[in-house]
């Protein structure tokens, strides 16, 4: 990945060593183990010693690479054994967090990243990418005033919304028995534990935490998801395992977490990198759990269908040498603007937003020595300021590509991009968003029959009629065993006096298909998963995550990384009354019983969507439907829709 760095000293300096650094990328890549996230630090720094001031002085760098004490956090997949793997890089001087299966979690000091790309053992290096700000989001405007009786200091609206008030008073249920284990970004970061347990927001007798995060990037946006579960079941006993060291860190604490007894799990952490058309390590490791007794849930994500999909198409036009995929082949090339096709306009928010392609070959990552045959790569361009034809580098100030070597690596490409950096430097620090194109190289082996490109981390969108609405949920949260949990705010459900729930507009959608098994293999039929499975509430109270509004005392926790919680929590509650149910069990109930919805751009009739899942979790009704038919998932009934007496079947395919 190359992105625009702020550097002291005319911009025209700025244009020639970025446009140096994309150049030399191509030329580097039959060598090349470490991603191209890292090429700033490795182009401007010969050693540590004479590292460009201007690399370390950007904070948006610094962030996202999570650069502390000159180490990085990395995630490093296997190419021979990992433990031989773990022996060369603590020689090396990494700090080793934890392994699943090939893949390695770490820190590793900033001068040993070019050597790590020389190691045997190594077959692929690259930051640690979390995908957090697409689950928490700040809602523009909030309009409705709810007066609450409140337990602790706070309660959160989602109890009500979903009915869980009347399965604590009704049927004396509150989660007593069962143990809850969240996954996120930390837990007591910011030291506010204490005075949540003191005022009743968390239980009395603590929280579990089996590992927590540290670092001044960090909000505790998982003791907010834990408060919003204690209002729900506040008999459950609570467990936290961060889910910000690496993919095969998370995968290790998910596992952790079913070790130490939660049959309940939920999180809201994504990685940018986890593939989309196979089951990577972190998909791998909530199948596994769920084949121990856990009940699995996860965010859906806050990407809504910032997707585009289709096949590598040759427009016949090259770029340094490689194919342009050609985004509309019904509309044949034409002079003296080839760009309508072979580039598609994106309009991206001030912050830093990520960029993310995936093709159809297998991960090595996912699939241990069978890694993808195809490389390709993606370049944003300043579609402002770049107008001239044929397409060069040197003619925009911002060219940034995402250039990873792929053969025998993983089937994805991971392109950041400082929209804000960009916006000042063009002197518009006032500008919310920045248009920009994309386009699509071919660089070596088969040309792609899907790809999917996913905009997120922060706002932005594909922008004309080029756009193919396609799901952008995926990842673990598209997992075999995972209930992917969409979200609609608290204060628009029924219990709250409004007839139709309507869903969050950003709440991601489904349909991401997979197309390779975990050892590599491509199945003959593409496996739609019905995913997200269904809705739970979000724009809840909490003590102190969210955003503020007037006329709220307390904070309103927004997107689908408070409705996962919500949902998870009415999952323990079910498994108190019923503690034979199966995950399956579970999830067939939330489903059956759920409030019927509709997806917001494909207008749906009665049953499931991929927006909404099967709709919005009747807390009450669950809990119903398991006390009289919570039978093993094998003898489970279809599941029946809820909506003026109407019922509907689907098979889902799981």
Known sequence: MIRFLRRPGPKKLTVILLCAAVANLNAQKSSDKISSFFQPLLSYTTNLANASSAIFEN????????IREGMVPVDITASTSTQSLLSDLNVNGCEIHAAYANVVSGRCPLAAISKLGQLKTVNFVRPVLVNHAAKYVKKNAVTAQVRRVLAGSVQSEGVKAMKADIVQSTYGLDGTGVKIGVLSDSFD?????????ASGDLPADGVVVLKDASGSDLIDEGRAMLQLIYDVAPGAKLYFHTAWDGEADFASGIVKLAQAGCKVIVDDVGYFAETPFQ?????QAVDQVHAMGVAYFSSAGNDARQSWSGPFVDSGLLFDGSPINNFNPSNPLTAPDPRRVTRIPISLERGTSFVILGWDQPSSSASPGKGSES???IYIYDEETDLTLPLDCTTSPYCLGGTDYNIGADAVEVLGIDVGSILDDLGRPNDRYKLF???ILHYEGPFATNMQVFISGGGGDFTNSLKSNSGALYGHANAR????????????TPAYGVAKVQLESFSSSGGVPIIFDIKGNRLQKHEIRLQPRFTGPDGASTTFFGSNYPGFPHPLFFGTSASAPHVAAVGALMLQGNPTLRPDDIFKALQATAIDMNDNYFWTSLGFDFASGYGFVDAAAAVEYTKKKGKKSKKSKKPKQK??????RIKMVN
């Open 437 to 439: 194109t994309l386009m």
């Open 59 to 66: 904070p948006s760098y610094i962030s996202e690479l999570g």
């Open 643 to 648: 909506k003026d007496g109407k019922k509907a």
């Open 189 to 197: 970061a910011l030291g506010g534990a204490a005075g949540d347990i």
């Open 279 to 283: 089951d990577g390590i972190i998909a």
């Open 375 to 377: 490389d390709l790569d």
């Open 481 to 492: 065993g995972a209930a992917g949990v969409a979200a609609a705010y608290s204060r628009a």
